[in-house]
T-cell receptor, first 115, second 114 residues
Framework: DAGITQSPRHKVTETGTPVTLRCHQT?????MYWYRQDPGHGLRLIHY???????DKGEVSDGYSVSRSKTEDFLLTLESATSSQTSVYFC??????????????FGPGTRLTVL | KQEVTQIPAALSVPEGENLVLNCSFT??????LQWFRQDPGKGLTSLLL?????REQTSGRLNASLDKSSGRSTLYIAASQPGDSATYLC?????????????FGTGTRLLVSP
């Protein structure tokens, strides 16, 4: 599992509330990613990071922000949650070198429900 | 914009059959292609990674091929088992070095019956 954990694993919240999801990795990988998975759409990239304080937008970034103040933590924030953000959120890392260079490994996911 | 399609969307086979899952992509300028397995309610498990310069990769009963020029990849599963039942996802990578932006297909849901 490449030492990736996500918290919380499940969350139910109300429309308009802020929500922060955390991704934690233990192996000092430089690159980290946030995806969301929805039926009929597959996984889509929200934001990614290529180092501490270095982040950029992915395909579906509207309504989301991210922060990375330490190598091991990548936070995804929904500033004001909407029902369309009900989804399963996955964090991933990619490996920079070695036998599995460029391979992405995923965390267990966070199921978010916005009522 | 890269688009990834997986056919069929669902597949049901009896145990022991050899089977092929298909993945096609619209832009051949990819850096790599990765196959994943996802069990219901779980995360993604990486099965095979094929770099753009490679033609195939093998791991146990799994063999993945890549034809960049035609925009196609196949995942071959030999002697299928009930434990192979899962959704299989194909993703193409664009980027360089350790950084990859993956574009996913919507998956093939496989059911292997005893």
């Amino acid at each position: 599992d490449a030492g990736i954990t996500q918290s919380p694993r499940h969350k139910v919240t109300e429309t308009g509330t802020p929500v922060t999801l955390r991704c934690h990795q233990t192996e000092n990988h430089r690159y980290m990613y946030w995806y969301r998975q929805d039926p009929g759409h597959g996984l889509r990239l929200i934001h990614y990071s290529y180092g501490v304080k270095d982040t950029d937008k992915g395909e579906v970034s509207d309504g989301y922000s991210v922060s990375r103040s330490k190598t091991e933590d990548f936070l995804l924030t929904l500033e004001s949650a909407t029902s369309s953000q009900t989804s399963v959120y996955f964090c991933a890392i990619s490996v920079s070198g070695g036998a599995v260079a460029n391979e992405q490994f995923f965390g267990p996911g966070t199921r978010l429900t916005v009522l | 914009k890269q688009e990834v399609t997986q056919i069929p969307a669902a597949l049901s086979v009896p145990e022991g059959e050899n089977l092929v899952l298909n993945c096609s992509f619209t832009d051949s300028a990819i850096y790599n292609l990765q196959w994943f397995r996802q069990d219901p309610g779980k995360g993604l498990t990486s099965l095979l990674l094929i770099q753009s310069s490679q033609r195939e990769q093998t791991s146990g009963r799994l063999n993945a091929s890549l034809d960049k020029s035609s925009g196609r990849s196949t995942l071959y599963i030999a002697a299928s088992q009930p434990g192979d039942s899962a959704t299989y996802l194909c993703a193409v990578g664009g980027g360089q070095g350790g950084f990859q932006k993956l574009v996913f297909g919507t998956g093939t849901r496989l059911l292997v019956s005893p």
